[in-house]
C-alpha cells in the first residue's frame, strides 16, 4: 500500500485519515491476505504519527524517505514495485498482489 499517497490524498480532499483497521477487514472478506506491506516517506510528522495505527494491521512498514538533499523526488512507487518483483521472484506461491494507493 502506498499510505503516503492514500493519506495525503484523503486529507487534502476530505480532510479524514484512513481507517486502516475497515481496510484491512473490507480487504480480508474478499481475499485470503497473508501480507501487507506499507510504504510510505514517514519524514512527516503527521505521517510518522500514523506509525502505530498502521502496526495495528502489519509490521511491515517498509520507509520510502529520499536521503538525498540533492534531488527532491519520491521514491516510494520506484521501492514497492522493486519489493513486488523481488517478492514474484523469490515467492512462488504468490497468486495476486493487490497494490492499493
Not at 4 to 16: C, G, N, Q
Not at 37 to 52: C, G, K, M, T
Not at 53 to 65: D, G, L, S
Amino acid at each position: 500500500m502506498d499510505f503516503e499517497h492514500w493519506y495525503i490524498s484523503l486529507d487534502r480532499l476530505y480532510s479524514k485519515r484512513p481507517d486502516l483497521k475497515e481496510w484491512r477487514e473490507q480487504l480480508s472478506r474478499s481475499y485470503n491476505v497473508r501480507e501487507i506491506y506499507v510504504f510510505a516517506d514517514f519524514s512527516n510528522q503527521a505521517l510518522r504519527a500514523e506509525i502505530p495505527k498502521i502496526r495495528e494491521i502489519t509490521n511491515c512498514i517498509i520507509e520510502t524517505q529520499n536521503a538525498t538533499s540533492r534531488i527532491k523526488k519520491d521514491y516510494t512507487d520506484f521501492i514497492m514495485l522493486d519489493h513486488i518483483y523481488q517478492k514474484a521472484l523469490s515467492a512462488q506461491d504468490i497468486q495476486a498482489y493487490i497494490i492499493f494507493s
